[in-house]
């Protein structure tokens, strides 16, 4: 499967999606910058800065300081994938950034999206 084209799309193009998603569930914007914080260890400015500067996604997870050690805890489908499963590294980071605001979404508590 090519997936240079999801790796080209700026991550500025798919946040709001993410925003709205959550929001349209009763969760909020600072919440979904909590789960982007967690699983790249970005800070608000660094974020931002991706945002305005239209990073791709391919490039958004290579400058990451850090993907968080828990994230073999994410478990399930997403997009009919088993996250785990997935090969590709970077697609597998897109996938659990996707399932995480999935699961934001579905009203999960924090605690449990951020594998506390």
């Known amino acids: 499967m090519d997936n240079s084209r ?3 799309m700026s991550f500025a193009s798919v946040y709001p999606l993410y925003i709205n998603k959550a929001e349209r569930k009763g969760r909020t914007k600072a919440e979904v910058d909590d789960i982007i914080f967690w699983l790249t260890g970005y800070d608000k400015q660094t974020l931002q800065k991706h945002i305005d500067d239209k990073t791709d996604f391919e490039t958004f997870f290579a ?3 850090q993907i968080n050690p828990n994230v073999s805890k994410i478990t399930g489908v997403i997009c009919g994938y088993r996250v785990e499963e997935i090969e590709d590294k970077l697609m597998q980071q897109i996938r659990y950034l996707d399932k995480l605001i999935d699961e934001l979404a579905k009203g999960r508590t924090m605690d449990k999206i951020l594998r506390k």
């Open 6 to 8: 999801v790796y080209r």
């Open 63 to 65: 400058q990451a300081p």
